[in-house]
Nanobody
Framework: QVQLVESGGGLVQAGGSLRLSCVVF????????MGWYRQAPGKQRELVAG???????NYADSVKGRFTISRDNAENRVYLQMNSLKSEDTAVYYC??????????????WGQGTQVTVSS
């Protein structure tokens, strides 16, 4: 079984920074792409940032220049550095990992979500 555990969420003032972390536990053969999604109140879940196993990153337009995604393959971990936070960034942030496991190749796994609240 596979589990994704997120940490780093919390309350921060506008203009501040947070660093989210997600580690993958369990039985898997390899980690492919990893990413962060978020869901704000009354909104649908959206992709915030992603990083491929080759290190190629992509970002939502709303966070470009402010957020940075990175991964530590040795620790099976992905980070999201969030700078210049705005009230509109308030959401539950979810870690996602595309894994090769006994369930098959390219299977999607999700973390439980971590709350990020930006006060203005």
């Amino acid at each position: 079984q596979v589990q994704l555990v997120e940490s780093g969420g919390g309350l921060v003032q506008a203009g501040g920074s947070l660093r989210l972390s997600c580690v993958v536990f369990g039985s898997f053969y390899s980690i492919n792409a990893m990413g962060w999604y978020r869901q704000a109140p009354g909104k649908q879940r959206e992709l915030v940032a992603g990083v491929s196993n080759g290190g190629v990153t992509n970002y939502a337009d709303s966070v470009k220049g402010r957020f940075t995604i990175s991964r530590d393959n040795a620790e099976n971990r992905v980070y999201l550095q969030m700078n210049s936070l705005k009230s509109e960034d308030t959401a539950v942030y979810y870690c996602n990992a595309d894994l090769d496991t006994d369930s098959g190749p390219g299977y999607q796994y999700w973390g439980q979500g971590t709350q990020v609240t930006v006060s203005s």
